[in-house]
């Protein structure tokens, strides 16, 4: 069974940096070619902030940068600000002949 | 600006059906693959299913396929998802996306809740 597993909750104080790590628990899970984050606040849509590991949308903030190592894919926010307070998703393919998409379980971001 | 609005959720029995909608706007609906994505009360985003770009070529997850149907009109740039057989744990937000390799653009989303 292919799953993207994330932290449940990661936290910091405002102009501090934190990552949020997203690690595939299967091989099978496309190859992680393909990983975009969204960032989601409460009762509001997701909203893409990462695509194809390292790419901002335009209009996302620079603070908001993505890389992956291996099976992992991290989230790094620099610079915390409290609007940035939000779950956090990460999201890939799971290869195979249906391509099933694939989301992490999500991290809430406190920041203190 | 691309736009994505969602319709038709309801407060549907167990075994029931319903039909969503989206609508979508700011782009050529025709081009892009499709996404339905839900989200139960407090809990992480759920894959549901994708479509390509003539509606030939549908995708589900294992939780939903062959009760649930992915089809689109692309004259009438709608995306639909008909739901059959409702079960209790479908209760949830449903999302349309739009895809680009992955959902990059969601609509505001539209609950279904299944209850007796």
């Known amino acids: 069974q292919s799953a993207l597993t994330q932290p449940a909750s990661v936290s910091g104080s405002p102009g501090q940096s934190i990552t949020i790590s997203c690690t595939a628990t299967?091989?099978?899970?496309?190859?992680?070619?393909?990983v975009s984050w969204y960032q989601q606040h409460p009762g509001k849509a997701p909203k893409l902030i990462i695509f194809?590991?390292?790419n901002r949308p335009s209009g996302v903030s620079y603070r908001f940068s993505g890389s992956k190592s291996g099976n992992t894919a991290s989230l790094t926010i620099s610079g915390l600000q409290a609007e940035d307070e939000a779950d956090y998703y990460c999201?890939?393919?799971?290869?195979?002949?249906?391509?099933?998409?694939?989301f992490g379980g999500g991290t809430k971001l406190t920041v203190l | 600006e691309v736009l994505l609005v969602e319709s038709g959720g309801a407060l549907v029995q167990p075994g029931g059906s319903v039909r969503l909608s989206c609508a979508a706007s700011g782009f050529t609906f025709s081009s892009y693959w499709m996404h339905w994505v839900r989200q139960s009360p407090g809990k992480g985003l759920v894959w549901v299913s994708r479509i390509n770009r003539d509606g030939r070529g549908t995708t589900y997850a294992d939780s939903v396929k062959g009760r649930f149907t992915i089809s689109r009109d692309n004259a009438k740039n709608t995306l639909y998802l008909q739901m059959t057989s409702l079960r209790a744990e479908d209760t949830a937000v449903y999302y349309c996306?739009?895809?680009?390799?992955?959902?990059?653009?969601w609509g505001q989303g539209t609950l279904v809740a299944v209850s007796s």
């Open positions: 999201c890939s393919y799971i290869s195979g002949s249906n391509l099933h998409v694939l």
């Open positions: 194809d590991v390292t």
């Open positions: 996306a739009r895809d680009q390799g992955l959902p990059d653009y």
């Open positions: 299967s091989s099978g899970v496309g190859g992680f070619t393909y």
